[in-house]
Structures are given as structure tokens and as C-alpha cells.
């Protein structure tokens, strides 16, 4: 069975800092995994995703996230951390149909 | 108009009434979904349409009743609905290319419905 644990609920940094949103993941075979934000009152858009090709994923708005099998993790990262990016991010694994495991969100706080 | 398309962006209703949710897709894509996001909870799969056929009924009470006329358009028909189901309705698309889906299909969201039940 497939699950995914997103390791914190809130996270805060400082504007220029850099971002470390964790997930971890549990998988009976090789996984895809994503990574999706939600801003306030706006539906879930796409970051990034893993497919089993390149194990570093570099994604829109500057974020990435590496996939590491032996750890079961692919967290999500950004170098410097911008007022925009204040949202919910979710990682997602799935389960090979169409069947997506949500994380239950990490909601990320940019301070000025 | 791009990407997934959901209307009304906000409902509010009371519990005798029937109201409807509309969702359309500019993807050309062959699957749609619908998921329920309430407050402190992951999201749940409601109902998938892969080719305008219902694949997955995720046990929703029957007082949610999907359609799927066609696979650009995805309808949500709410009737005697509780306060409980008060949440944020999702709607996605996916392209499942391989007939079968597939891990690596992604799925594009649209902005949602709010939705308040009296």
C-alpha cells in the first residue's frame, strides 16, 4: 500500500531564506511522486513531478525536489524564498492508477 | 478559457435544496475527478470518469450524484445535503494515455467550488 507523511503542518521562514518542506513516502514498488500548491481560495497547481527518470526534479518557480529511495523521501526546496510563495504544499504519491495519496499539507508562512 | 474551469466558485444552499456543480476541462483530456478538500483533512476522491464512464465511486453518500455527458464536462448534482458537506469540491483532469492509467499521469486541478450547506 501507498502512503505519504507530509512531516509538518506549518512552516516559517524569512523572505531570502531558503525552504525545506519534508515528505516522506511509503511505496510496495516505484512510485511517482508530486508536489502541488494551493494558494487561498484557489485550486491545486502542479510544482513538480518524479517519474522515475531523474532523481533531482526541478520544478516551476524556482522550487526542486531530489527523490532519495533509500531515505523514502523527496522533499521539496527552493533556494530563496519569496512573499508569493506563502501557500499550502502538498506531496502526493501515486498508487499506478489514478489514484492519488494526498499528504495532509504543510502550510508555509514568508516573513518580511 | 485554459486548463480546468469550475462554476460556481461559490455556493451557498440550504439542506432541502438541489443544486449543481459544473466543471469543464480545456485539456483534452479523457479523465476527470472529483475530490472533496474539508479543513484539517487530505483531500478524498469522490468520483473518476475515464471516457465518460464512472471507473471509482469512492463510497459518497448518494445525495452527490456525478454525470459526465461528455469528456470535456463533469457536473456534481447536490441534493438534501448536510452541513458536514461543507467543504471545498475540486475538480480534476488527466490524460490517461495508456487505457489503463498510470502512475505517471498528472493531474490538473481546477480552482474549486466553496461550498456552505445550511
Known amino acids: 500500500a501507498q502512503s505519504v507523511t507530509q512531516l509538518d503542518s506549518h512552516v516559517s521562514v524569512s523572505e531570502g531564506t531558503p525552504v525545506l518542506l519534508r515528505c516522506n513516502y511509503s511505496?510496495?514498488?516505484?512510485?511517482?511522486l508530486f508536489w502541488y500548491v494551493q494558494h487561498p481560495n484557489k485550486g491545486l497547481q502542479l510544482l513538480l513531478k518524479y517519474t522515475s527518470a531523474a532523481t533531482l526534479v526541478k520544478g516551476i518557480n524556482g522550487f526542486e525536489a531530489e527523490f532519495k529511495k533509500s531515505e523514502t523521501s523527496f522533499h521539496l526546496t527552493k533556494p530563496s524564498a519569496h512573499m508569493s510563495d506563502a501557500a499550502e504544499y502538498f506531496c502526493v504519491v501515486s498508487s499506478g492508477t489514478y489514484k492519488y495519496i494526498f499528504g495532509t499539507g504543510t502550510r508555509l508562512k514568508v516573513l518580511a | 478559457e485554459t486548463g480546468v474551469t469550475q462554476t460556481p466558485r461559490h455556493l451557498v444552499m440550504g439542506m432541502t435544496n438541489k443544486k449543481s456543480l459544473k466543471c469543464e476541462q480545456h485539456l483534452g483530456h479523457n479523465a476527470m475527478y472529483w475530490y472533496k478538500q474539508s479543513a484539517k483533512k487530505p483531500l478524498e476522491l469522490m468520483f473518476v470518469?475515464?471516457?465518460?464512464?464512472?471507473?471509482e465511486n469512492n463510497s459518497v453518500p448518494s445525495r452527490f450524484s456525478p454525470e459526465c455527458p461528455n469528456s470535456s464536462h463533469l457536473f456534481l448534482h447536490l441534493h438534501t445535503l448536510q452541513p458536514e458537506d461543507s467543504a471545498l469540491y475540486l475538480c480534476a483532469s488527466s490524460q490517461d494515455a495508456t487505457g489503463d492509467f498510470s502512475s505517471t499521469d498528472t493531474q490538473y486541478f481546477g480552482p474549486g467550488t466553496r461550498l456552505t450547506v445550511l
Open positions: 511505496s510496495s514498488y516505484s512510485p511517482s
Open positions: 470518469y475515464s471516457l465518460e464512464e464512472r471507473v
